[in-house]
Protein backbone atom coordinates (compact mmCIF):
# COMPACT_ATOMS: atom_id res chain seq x y z
CA UNK A 1 0.00 0.00 0.00
CA UNK A 2 1.04 3.58 -0.63
CA UNK A 3 1.60 5.89 1.74
CA UNK A 4 -0.07 8.48 -0.46
CA UNK A 5 -3.57 7.52 -2.19
CA UNK A 6 -4.86 10.33 -4.87
CA UNK A 7 -8.33 10.22 -6.87
CA UNK A 8 -6.58 8.82 -10.08
CA UNK A 9 -9.27 10.72 -12.19
CA UNK A 10 -9.23 11.56 -14.97
CA UNK A 11 -11.85 14.47 -13.97
CA UNK A 12 -13.66 16.62 -16.03
CA UNK A 13 -16.33 19.53 -15.52
CA UNK A 14 -17.50 22.39 -16.88
CA UNK A 15 -15.93 26.05 -16.69
CA UNK A 16 -17.39 27.30 -13.69
CA UNK A 17 -17.76 24.18 -11.74
CA UNK A 18 -16.65 23.71 -8.14
CA UNK A 19 -13.93 20.90 -8.36
CA UNK A 20 -12.75 18.75 -5.44
CA UNK A 21 -9.19 16.98 -5.36
CA UNK A 22 -8.39 14.60 -2.43
CA UNK A 23 -5.71 12.53 -0.73
CA UNK A 24 -5.71 10.15 1.77
CA UNK A 25 -2.56 8.94 3.70
CA UNK A 26 -1.18 6.13 5.95
CA UNK A 27 1.66 7.86 8.07
CA UNK A 28 0.09 9.77 10.47
CA UNK A 29 3.74 11.47 11.35
CA UNK A 30 3.06 14.16 8.46
CA UNK A 31 2.68 17.75 8.91
CA UNK A 32 3.64 19.77 6.21
CA UNK A 33 0.69 18.98 3.45
CA UNK A 34 1.22 20.69 -0.25
CA UNK A 35 -0.44 21.09 -3.29
CA UNK A 36 1.03 21.26 -6.58
CA UNK A 37 0.29 21.72 -10.08
CA UNK A 38 1.53 20.35 -13.09
CA UNK A 39 1.22 21.19 -16.84
CA UNK A 40 2.27 18.52 -19.26
CA UNK A 41 6.09 17.89 -19.58
CA UNK A 42 6.66 20.91 -17.31
CA UNK A 43 7.60 20.76 -13.64
CA UNK A 44 5.22 21.25 -10.46
CA UNK A 45 4.63 24.36 -9.07
CA UNK A 46 3.35 25.22 -5.80
CA UNK A 47 0.18 26.03 -5.13
CA UNK A 48 -0.72 25.73 -1.28
CA UNK A 49 0.76 24.57 1.78
CA UNK A 50 -0.58 23.82 4.95
CA UNK A 51 0.67 22.89 8.31
CA UNK A 52 -1.20 20.44 10.01
CA UNK A 53 -4.92 20.28 10.45
CA UNK A 54 -6.99 22.87 9.13
CA UNK A 55 -8.34 24.95 6.13
CA UNK A 56 -6.60 27.40 4.09
CA UNK A 57 -7.52 29.40 1.60
CA UNK A 58 -6.19 31.42 -1.61
CA UNK A 59 -8.16 32.93 -4.21
CA UNK A 60 -10.53 30.38 -5.68
CA UNK A 61 -8.43 27.64 -3.93
CA UNK A 62 -8.94 26.03 -0.66
CA UNK A 63 -6.46 23.54 1.03
CA UNK A 64 -8.54 21.27 3.78
CA UNK A 65 -6.30 18.89 6.07
CA UNK A 66 -8.12 16.64 8.26
CA UNK A 67 -5.21 14.91 10.34
CA UNK A 68 -7.73 12.31 12.08
CA UNK A 69 -9.04 10.97 9.24
CA UNK A 70 -5.99 11.41 7.50
CA UNK A 71 -7.42 13.23 4.72
CA UNK A 72 -6.70 16.33 2.39
CA UNK A 73 -8.51 18.08 0.22
CA UNK A 74 -8.35 20.92 -2.56
CA UNK A 75 -11.19 22.71 -3.58
CA UNK A 76 -11.30 25.04 -6.72
CA UNK A 77 -14.31 27.49 -7.13
CA UNK A 78 -15.43 28.89 -10.56
CA UNK A 79 -13.07 26.58 -12.43
CA UNK A 80 -11.48 27.80 -15.58
CA UNK A 81 -10.24 26.13 -18.73
CA UNK A 82 -6.63 27.23 -17.06
CA UNK A 83 -6.63 25.36 -14.43
CA UNK A 84 -6.79 22.00 -16.67
CA UNK A 85 -3.38 19.97 -15.47
CA UNK A 86 -2.42 17.30 -13.24
CA UNK A 87 -2.66 18.20 -9.39
CA UNK A 88 -0.23 16.32 -7.37
CA UNK A 89 -0.44 16.21 -3.74
CA UNK A 90 2.19 16.20 -1.41
CA UNK A 91 3.37 15.61 2.05
CA UNK A 92 6.26 15.76 4.80
CA UNK A 93 6.71 14.59 8.14
CA UNK A 94 9.65 17.63 8.56
CA UNK A 95 9.35 21.15 7.44
CA UNK A 96 11.52 19.97 4.31
CA UNK A 97 9.43 19.91 1.57
CA UNK A 98 11.64 18.57 -0.92
CA UNK A 99 11.71 15.17 0.80
CA UNK A 100 7.80 15.11 0.24
CA UNK A 101 6.07 11.73 -0.40
CA UNK A 102 3.96 12.64 -3.45
CA UNK A 103 0.29 11.26 -4.79
CA UNK A 104 0.14 10.22 -8.20
CA UNK A 105 -1.46 12.90 -9.50
CA UNK A 106 -5.15 13.92 -10.76
CA UNK A 107 -5.63 15.16 -14.00
CA UNK A 108 -8.21 17.61 -14.49
CA UNK A 109 -9.74 18.98 -17.90
CA UNK A 110 -12.18 22.15 -17.70
CA UNK A 111 -14.29 22.17 -20.64
CA UNK A 112 -15.67 25.83 -21.50
CA UNK B 1 7.65 32.79 -6.20
CA UNK B 2 10.82 31.24 -6.84
CA UNK B 3 12.52 30.53 -9.85
CA UNK B 4 14.33 27.56 -10.57
CA UNK B 5 15.57 26.49 -14.06
CA UNK B 6 17.15 23.43 -15.55
CA UNK B 7 18.81 23.08 -19.14
CA UNK B 8 18.63 21.34 -21.42
CA UNK B 9 14.60 21.09 -21.43
CA UNK B 10 15.21 17.64 -24.02
CA UNK B 11 18.22 15.50 -24.34
CA UNK B 12 18.47 12.91 -26.63
CA UNK B 13 21.59 10.41 -26.41
CA UNK B 14 23.15 7.19 -27.10
CA UNK B 15 22.93 4.22 -24.88
CA UNK B 16 26.90 3.83 -23.26
CA UNK B 17 27.26 7.79 -22.91
CA UNK B 18 26.81 10.34 -20.22
CA UNK B 19 24.36 13.27 -19.80
CA UNK B 20 24.97 15.91 -17.53
CA UNK B 21 21.75 18.16 -16.34
CA UNK B 22 22.19 21.60 -14.60
CA UNK B 23 19.77 22.53 -12.23
CA UNK B 24 20.10 26.81 -11.90
CA UNK B 25 18.48 28.64 -8.49
CA UNK B 26 17.77 32.44 -10.22
CA UNK B 27 16.91 34.76 -7.71
CA UNK B 28 17.76 32.46 -4.21
CA UNK B 29 20.78 30.95 -2.74
CA UNK B 30 20.32 27.18 -2.59
CA UNK B 31 22.47 25.12 -0.27
CA UNK B 32 20.01 22.10 -0.89
CA UNK B 33 18.49 21.27 -3.97
CA UNK B 34 16.49 17.83 -4.59
CA UNK B 35 16.74 15.69 -7.80
CA UNK B 36 13.33 13.63 -8.85
CA UNK B 37 12.72 11.70 -11.46
CA UNK B 38 8.95 10.88 -13.04
CA UNK B 39 7.93 8.43 -15.46
CA UNK B 40 4.93 9.29 -17.30
CA UNK B 41 1.65 9.16 -15.67
CA UNK B 42 3.10 8.30 -12.37
CA UNK B 43 4.34 10.33 -9.22
CA UNK B 44 7.49 12.32 -8.72
CA UNK B 45 10.33 9.96 -6.58
CA UNK B 46 13.17 11.52 -5.02
CA UNK B 47 16.32 10.42 -5.90
CA UNK B 48 18.29 12.38 -4.18
CA UNK B 49 19.23 15.53 -1.85
CA UNK B 50 21.88 17.49 -3.66
CA UNK B 51 24.21 19.57 -0.74
CA UNK B 52 26.62 22.61 -1.72
CA UNK B 53 29.73 22.01 -0.61
CA UNK B 54 29.74 18.27 0.40
CA UNK B 55 28.32 15.35 -0.95
CA UNK B 56 24.82 14.25 -1.93
CA UNK B 57 22.35 11.83 -0.03
CA UNK B 58 20.75 9.46 -2.30
CA UNK B 59 17.86 7.67 -1.51
CA UNK B 60 17.29 3.85 -1.20
CA UNK B 61 17.54 1.76 -4.48
CA UNK B 62 19.37 4.95 -6.32
CA UNK B 63 22.65 4.01 -7.93
CA UNK B 64 25.00 7.19 -6.66
CA UNK B 65 27.41 5.79 -9.34
CA UNK B 66 25.35 5.91 -12.20
CA UNK B 67 23.56 9.82 -10.59
CA UNK B 68 26.60 12.04 -10.05
CA UNK B 69 25.26 14.70 -8.67
CA UNK B 70 27.50 18.13 -7.83
CA UNK B 71 26.57 21.17 -5.67
CA UNK B 72 29.34 23.34 -6.68
CA UNK B 73 27.50 26.96 -5.52
CA UNK B 74 24.89 28.10 -3.84
CA UNK B 75 23.00 28.81 -6.89
CA UNK B 76 23.73 25.43 -9.26
CA UNK B 77 23.72 21.80 -8.73
CA UNK B 78 24.38 19.28 -11.67
CA UNK B 79 23.01 15.63 -12.59
CA UNK B 80 24.78 13.19 -14.46
CA UNK B 81 23.78 10.24 -15.81
CA UNK B 82 26.67 8.05 -16.79
CA UNK B 83 26.32 5.15 -19.07
CA UNK B 84 23.38 5.72 -19.72
CA UNK B 85 20.52 3.23 -20.69
CA UNK B 86 17.20 2.97 -22.61
CA UNK B 87 15.45 2.06 -19.16
CA UNK B 88 16.96 5.47 -17.20
CA UNK B 89 14.65 7.20 -20.21
CA UNK B 90 12.85 9.98 -18.14
CA UNK B 91 11.69 13.37 -16.91
CA UNK B 92 14.16 14.55 -14.76
CA UNK B 93 13.29 17.41 -12.27
CA UNK B 94 15.00 19.58 -9.72
CA UNK B 95 13.96 21.58 -6.56
CA UNK B 96 14.65 24.12 -4.37
CA UNK B 97 13.24 27.04 -2.47
CA UNK B 98 14.67 29.74 0.26
CA UNK B 99 12.46 28.05 2.73
CA UNK B 100 12.57 24.50 3.49
CA UNK B 101 8.83 24.30 3.70
CA UNK B 102 8.68 26.22 -0.19
CA UNK B 103 10.31 23.80 -2.70
CA UNK B 104 9.94 25.47 -6.79
CA UNK B 105 10.63 22.65 -9.42
CA UNK B 106 12.28 23.23 -12.26
CA UNK B 107 10.55 22.76 -15.82
CA UNK B 108 12.08 19.19 -15.82
CA UNK B 109 14.43 17.79 -18.52
CA UNK B 110 13.04 14.89 -20.94
CA UNK B 111 15.95 12.41 -21.37
CA UNK B 112 15.35 10.01 -24.11
CA UNK B 113 18.13 7.31 -24.39
CA UNK B 114 18.04 5.38 -27.94
Known amino acids: QKEVEQDPGPLSVPEGAIVSLNCTYSNSAFQYFMWYRQYSRKGPELLMYTYSSGNKEDGRFTAQVDKSSKYISLFIRDSQPSDSATYLC????????????FGDGTTLTVKP | GAVVSQHPSWVICKSGTSVKIECRSL??????MFWYRQFPKQSLMLMAT?????????EQGVEKDKFLINHASLTLSTLTVTSAHPEDSSFYICSGGPLSYEQYFGPGTRLTVT
Open chain 2, 27 to 32: DFQATT
Open chain 2, 50 to 58: SNEGSKATY
Open chain 1, 90 to 101: AMSVGANAGKST
